[in-house]
C-alpha cells in the first residue's frame, strides 16, 4: 500500500514562529503537493513539486515556502505564522502525471 | 479556470438505498477524475480514478462514471450501510500543470440504520 505520512496530526503554535510540516512518501512517486482545507472554502493547492528541487506556486501561496531535497520528503514551511493559517493541511503525492493522488491523514494547525 | 461542483451537499439516506452523488467540471480538457471519501478530522481516502479515456470504473459497491463532453461524474453507491457515511469529495486533475487536483466541496453523507 502507498504510505503518505505527515509528521503531525496536531500541532499548536504562536504568531510569528517559524514552523515546518513535512510529509514522507515511500512509494517514489515524483509528484507531491501540499493543500490546505477550510470550512466552506474546500481543498485549495498551497504549492506543489513535480521533481527533487523543482516547486510550482498553486492557488494560495503567500505565507508558505516549500522544500523538496530528497525525493519522498516535501516540506511546507510558514515562514511566519498567523492566525489566518490555522487550518487543517493535506500532503498528497502521485505517480508521474494522469495517476493515482495519495493523501497523508493531515495535519490540524492552530496558530494562537 | 476549471471550476467543479457537487451536489447535492448533503443527503441522508437510510441504510439500504442505492445513490447516486454528481460532479461537473467546466473544462472537458481533463487527464482524470477521482472520487475520494474523508471521514471527520482525517485525510482523504482514494475510492475511484477514471482517466479521461474511460467512461466508469466500479470497485465493490461503487460505480463511477465520466461523461467529459458533457463535464459530468457520477458516484454510484449500492445497498447503502452507515459506515459509508462520511464526505466525499470529486477531483479532476489537468490544465497546465500536469497531476495538480481541482476540488469539489462535497457531498456529505449520512446513511442512518
Known amino acids: 500500500d502507498v504510505k503518505v505520512t505527515q509528521s503531525s496530526r496536531y500541532l499548536v503554535k504562536r504568531t510569528g514562529e517559524k514552523v515546518f510540516l513535512e510529509c514522507v512518501q515511500d512509494?517514489?512517486?515524483?509528484?507531491m503537493f501540499w493543500y490546505r482545507q477550510d470550512p466552506g472554502l474546500g481543498l485549495r493547492l498551497i504549492y506543489f513539486s513535480y521533481d527533487v528541487k523543482m516547486k510550482e506556486k498553486g492557488d494560495i501561496p503567500e505565507g508558505y515556502s516549500v522544500s523538496r531535497e530528497k525525493k519522498e520528503r516535501f516540506s511546507l514551511i510558514l515562514e511566519s505564522a498567523s492566525t489566518n493559517q490555522t487550518s487543517m493541511y493535506l500532503c498528497?503525492?502521485?505517480?508521474?502525471?494522469?495517476?493515482?493522488?495519495?493523501f497523508g491523514q493531515g495535519t490540524r494547525l492552530t496558530v494562537v | 479556470k476549471q471550476e467543479v461542483t457537487q451536489i447535492p451537499a448533503a443527503l441522508s439516506v437510510p441504510e439500504g438505498e442505492n445513490l447516486v452523488l454528481n460532479c461537473s467540471f467546466t473544462d472537458s480538457a481533463i487527464y482524470n477524475l477521482q472520487w475520494f471519501r474523508q471521514d471527520p478530522g482525517k485525510g482523504l481516502t482514494s475510492l475511484l480514478l477514471i482517466q479521461s479515456s474511460q467512461r466508469e470504473q466500479t470497485s465493490g459497491r461503487l460505480n463511477a462514471s465520466l461523461d467529459k463532453s458533457s463535464g459530468r461524474s457520477t458516484l454510484y453507491i449500492a445497498a447503502s450501510q452507515p459506515g459509508d457515511s462520511a464526505t466525499y469529495l470529486c477531483?479532476?486533475?489537468?490544465?497546465?500543470?500536469?497531476?495538480?487536483?481541482?476540488f469539489g466541496q462535497g457531498t456529505i453523507l449520512t446513511v442512518h440504520p
Open positions: 512509494m517514489d512517486h515524483e509528484n
Open positions: 477531483a479532476v486533475a489537468g490544465g497546465t500543470s500536469y497531476g495538480k487536483l481541482t
Open positions: 498528497a503525492s502521485s505517480s508521474m502525471r494522469y495517476t493515482e493522488a495519495f
